[in-house]
């Protein structure tokens, strides 16, 4: 448990001063709030999970790279840093049961739009279906978000 958490706090503080060098684009372009908190749940699970240790080795590299990177702002390092996240990220998902802030609202006002089309053309009126739909797609969707957060189920 030492190591995990000593792990988490050398890839926080590295992955933090390159937060102080970079303007708010550079920190969106390497995605450095989403990688603190994969980190963060890659070492809570690195315990019981293979893959996450491997996830850790992985992050290690990719906080190692940043540094580099930003001094060559090379896009192939760049896209493969964002790419190695992704794959983190899906694994978290997928293995683990953990959903992406905002997921629940994408889906349920997807649906809601669908399904207020549906209700619009049932009810003769086209602008007032999918208003409603969204509506009550927005409400179901944060309700299941706020529901995932209580869980801790969020990355």
């Not at 293979?50 to 990719?62: D, K, R, V, W, Y």
């Not at 809601?112 to 549906?118: C, E, L, N």
Request: net charge positive; charged share 25%.
């Amino acid at each position: 448990m030492t190591f995990r958490s000593n792990w988490y706090e050398d890839t926080t503080r590295e992955i933090n001063l390159h937060k102080d060098t970079l303007s708010q684009k550079g920190q969106k372009k390497y995605k450095l709030d989403l990688l603190l908190r994969v980190a963060k749940r890659v070492a809570d699970f690195s315990t019981e999970c293979g893959e996450c240790q491997m996830f850790q080795q992985e992050i290690t590299t990719l906080t190692k790279e940043l540094g580099y990177s930003l001094q060559l702002l090379n896009k192939e390092t760049r896209k493969r840093h964002s790419r190695t996240i992704g794959n983190i990220t899906k694994h978290l998902q997928k293995q683990h049961k953990l959903v992406s802030k905002g997921q629940y609202i994408g889906i349920g006002m997807a649906i809601g739009v669908g399904t207020g089309t549906a209700l619009g053309a049932a009810l003769d009126n086209a602008s007032i279906g999918p208003a409603i739909g969204t509506a009550i797609g927005l409400a179901i969707g944060a309700y299941l978000d706020n529901k995932a957060k209580k869980e801790g189920r969020v990355i």
